[in-house]
């Protein structure tokens, strides 16, 4: 079983406006909500799969409730953690530029925490853990180690996706995955990186570190997989950007449940890729017909 997991979720209120004007009153012409979280797309987006998931996290108010909902009208399991105050509200208003408000989100307790890293035990080596976005500020900082640290004494396989520190620390725990862009990866080592010659070396560097598997995306100058074995290049689909948000996390999702399916890491890779690219020109998440579309232009080629 996969379980995602998002420590902050949100719901995720667009909208869009002709103009903006500050300190005058502004109305939509359109507008819509939506769940919202890295480890909550991920599940979204696997659903299109045929792919089972379970949701954990921490919700509460009616939000958390709309959250619930949501996900449970796409066949999606939950199994959040119930907190005192309300799961939290991010704003994002379009008009000729995208700008976002993004709450803090609710107090988690130590109480709490210690609920999910419960839940987080009873995973064992036939289940993955998808851990994805930022710790709140409620929580320790070091609350990634302690999950992938339970993943480990349980057998439990576990991806990534998060950047800086949080991803260095839990590299010597043997992710089965992690996933950043040139831009995280050139942060990672204090460089700059432009192609997708530049990231083969840090590739490698991070599967020394203990990573078994990293891909790294370039936007339209294509993606890379690096692990012990192989390293792969892949070609992206050509088409216009409409969206970023989810891409990565589409990426994830379409990697694992193609992997669950072959075990086949190059065909798992080609379906992450067109995966990511398919919501990048959506307006939403990708669907599974539009993978299936892209799937024919994602052409992967092996560097030796």
């Known amino acids: 079983m996969i379980y995602t997991l998002t420590l902050n979720p949100s719901v995720d209120y667009i909208v869009k406006l002709e103009s903006f004007e500050i300190g005058e009153l502004n ?30 996290g921490f919700v509460g108010g009616f939000t958390g409730a709309y959250i619930e909902q949501s996900l ?23 008009t000729g530029q995208e700008s976002e408000i993004n709450a803090k989100g609710p107090t988690i307790t130590e109480q709490n925490f210690t609920m999910l890293k419960q839940k987080i035990t009873q995973l064992n080596k036939n289940d993955l853990l998808v851990l994805a976005g930022s710790i709140p500020s409620s929580l320790p900082k070091t609350t990634y180690e302690e999950l992938v ?38 942060e990672l080592f204090e460089t700059t990186i432009t192609n997708v010659e530049e990231v083969i070396p840090f590739g490698q560097r991070l599967v020394e570190m203990g990573a078994k ?39 994830v999702a379409g990697f694992l449940a193609s992997y669950e399916k072959t ?37 992967i080629k092996e560097i030796r």
């Open 149 to 186: 640290q339970i993943c480990r004494e349980n057998g439990a396989q576990f991806v990534v996706d998060a950047e800086g520190d949080l991803l260095k620390k839990v590299m010597s725990y043997q992710p089965f995955l992690i996933k950043p862009n040139h831009h995280e990866l050139g």
């Open 27 to 56: 109305r939509t012409v359109d507008e819509a909500k939506f769940p919202g979280g890295k480890g909550i797309n991920v599940s979204m987006v696997l659903s299109q799969f045929g792919t089972g998931s379970k949701a954990l």
């Open 213 to 251: 598997n990293v891909i790294v995306s370039l936007a339209g100058a294509g993606a890379v997989l690096v692990n012990r074995e192989r390293t792969l290049l892949a070609e992206v689909p050509k088409g216009t950007v409409k969206n970023s948000v989810g891409a990565g996390d589409s990426m």
């Open 263 to 299: 075990g086949d890491i190059e065909e798992a890779f080609r379906y992450g890729v067109a995966s990511g690219s398919a919501t990048a020109f959506s307006l939403g998440l990708c669907t599974r017909e539009k993978v299936e579309e892209l799937l024919p232009q994602v052409k």
């Open 72 to 94: 449970q009208e796409r066949k999606i399991v939950t199994d959040f953690i119930q907190v005192a105050e309300d799961t939290r509200i991010n704003v994002k208003i379009k």
